[in-house]
């Protein structure tokens, strides 16, 4: 009898008019922590995949886009960054790009799930292959309470978080970028995912994050870059510092003599992503 092919899909509401769909090929692992729901799947367009609570966090495919953008823009602007401070990230590719770096000295990564690092590890090597690095120090505890007690720590924060609700929730409030202002030094930079502007659930989420940082920073930017998982599959970054500005203050010729080699960050696009579509800027004004 010949076998049938099964008909797998994960898919994922992008609003309550919207679905994005892959077709999987198989389940490779599925736990519930105490925190959330931990998926890690397998598709042939996208290769393996992760999810929590059944929303998307990293492609094989695609997941170079993400965490390079989360990492180069800043890394580029300051290249004398030494400490830096990785809040969610479970997956690992944020301190993978980091580790890059030789002048990085010491890198913290605070994730509240700590079976969210193990599952990745074993089965999502591509992006948790430095999380043994020895300069990375790993701890699970809250985000929102590990940066109460910091001041003048860190010369990066990247708050590499789910979206806001669940675990992720208290990591876009007030209090938590206040307290990201006073952990960083004097000529410190704080970059967050920043959601997109398209949906609008989205949209309220940006804003709402936006408006809060650009209260507390001198130099408030959102930057962007195209990622097909992700809802819209054009996501945003917000860039806030005490004293660099991403696009003023790159040294480009110095960047590009380290030599590092990425797929999707150029010192051309780097300039580029600050140039944002006009509905996004008028959202951005309409909060500043």
Excluded at 166 to 192: H, Q, S, W
Excluded at 195 to 200: P, R, S
């Amino acid at each position: 009898m010949e076998t049938k092919e099964l008909d797998l899909w994960f898919t994922e509401e992008h609003s309550k008019e919207a679905k994005f769909s892959i077709k999987v090929l198989k389940q490779l692992h599925s736990v519930q922590s105490p925190f959330q729901k931990i998926d890690i799947l397998e598709s042939k367009e996208f290769g393996r995949f992760f999810t929590l609570d059944g929303y998307m966090m990293v492609t094989e495919k695609d997941e170079f886009i993400y965490h390079e953008m989360i990492v180069h823009v800043a890394m580029a602007t300051n290249p004398a960054i030494k400490r830096v401070l990785v809040i969610g990230a479970g997956d690992g590719g944020t301190v993978r790009e980091l580790t890059r770096y030789d002048t990085v000295e010491h890198i913290d990564m605070v994730e509240i799930d700590k079976m969210v690092v193990e599952v990745c590890k074993e089965y999502l090597p591509q992006t948790a292959c430095r999380l043994n690095d020895s300069r990375v120090h790993l701890h699970f505890e809250d985000g929102l309470r590990y940066i109460r007690s910091k001041e003048d720590a860190y010369d990066l924060i990247i708050v590499d978080s789910t979206d806001p609700f669940g675990p992720g929730e208290g990591l876009f409030t007030k209090e938590f970028y206040g307290n990201c202002y006073k952990a960083l030094t004097n000529d410190g930079i704080l970059v967050n995912q920043h959601e997109n502007a398209y949906y609008t659930s989205y949209a309220q989420s940006m804003r709402r994050a936006h408006c809060r940082i650009v209260n507390l920073f001198p130099i408030c930017k959102v930057y962007q870059a195209h990622i097909p998982t992700y809802p819209s599959g054009h996501w945003l970054f917000g860039f806030a510092s005490k004293k660099y500005d991403p696009v003023k203050d790159l040294d480009a010729e110095a960047w590009n003599r380290l030599g590092i080699d990425t797929r999707y960050y150029n010192t051309e696009l780097h300039r580029g992503c600050f140039a944002l579509p006009t509905y996004i800027n008028q959202i951005l004004e309409r909060d500043s």
